[in-house]
């Protein structure tokens, strides 16, 4: 309290409604303040007046830290209350912008037209098939011919949709069609393909074929030369044919080989019997064992 009146008298003596004879007949039970007392450098709360703002530092430290949490909180509710009336505004544009229509339907108000948009909310909330019927009425709008309307308009759209879904699945059937034509005639002249002396490059061709066409479409092969050696060997027929033909030709070279090494050169012994397609190809053989 005394630290309250000390203010106040020198307040009034700045500004000379308090002489030093009127300040010595006040009373004297509260002691006066100190006039060298320290006081605290507190920042000035920006806004304030210039006649205000040079008095701030001579106030007391609390009341320099009460009028600065002062300011702040006031600072905080005017950025609220600013927000708020930013939304305001919007609303009001919003209304602004539809006055004139509003108002020949007998809306003359912000308030009228929000209290209506409220109760329009909770109507369709409530029973929105009557609250549209009630809406349409306001409006103009016939629903029966408007379902009527969209009736017609629904099987036109969907016979346009079904013929583009004709049309689509036309085209991807032609281009498959297409896509198989050239596949079987770039497989078939894979097949007919002939030596010089007119002999098939492929000849099992016809018996492979179908598994050929499997390992190219799996992607499991990179062309149809490779497809096609792999498919005699998935063949069992056809594999058990060439492994014959191979035994074959490894027993008539070891037969062409042995009648050379007996070519008579000089003066030979001739061996006592010539041995038999069985042995000659168990005698070859006998080399890749050991």
Not at 101 to 116: D, F, I, S
Not at 235 to 256: G, T, Y
Request: aromatic share 8%.
């Amino acid at each position: 309290m005394s630290e309250l009146r000390d203010v106040i008298e020198r307040q009034f003596k700045a500004h000379g409604l308090l002489s030093d004879a009127e300040n010595e007949k006040a009373p004297k039970d509260i002691p006066a303040a100190e006039t060298n007392e320290d006081i605290s450098e507190v920042a000035i709360p920006p806004g304030y007046p210039e006649e205000f703002a040079s008095e701030f530092k001579n106030l007391p430290p609390k009341w320099q830290d009460f009028l600065c949490e002062r300011e702040a909180e006031n600072k905080q509710k005017i950025a609220e209350y600013s927000a708020k009336l930013d939304a305001y505004n919007f609303v009001e544009t919003l209304f602004g912008n539809r006055r004139d229509r509003l108002a020949a339907k007998g809306v003359e108000t912000l308030g009228q037209w929000l209290q209506g948009l409220a109760w329009l909310d909770g109507a369709m909330d409530e029973n929105p098939a009557a609250t549209l019927a009630a809406v349409a009425t306001v409006y103009g709008v016939d629903l029966r011919a408007a379902r009527q309307k969209q009736a017609e308009i629904n099987p036109a759209i969907m016979a346009r949709v079904c013929k583009l879904e004709r049309s689509y699945n036309d085209l991807t059937a032609y281009l498959r069609e297409m896509q198989n034509r050239n596949f079987d005639g770039t497989l078939n002249a894979f097949g007919r393909q002939t030596d010089r002396e007119g002999n098939l490059l492929h000849p099992h061709f016809e018996d492979v074929k179908q598994c050929i066409c499997d390992l190219l479409k799996s992607g499991a092969v990179a062309d149809i030369e490779e497809a096609y050696q792999s498919a005699l060997w998935l063949n069992p027929s056809v594999r058990q044919e060439l492994v014959q033909k191979h035994i074959d030709s490894e027993a008539k070279a070891a037969e062409k080989a042995q009648k050379a090494a007996f070519t008579i050169k000089g003066k030979a012994e001739k061996p006592e019997r010539e041995l038999t397609l069985r042995e000659t190809i168990a005698k070859n053989m006998a080399k890749y064992v050991d």
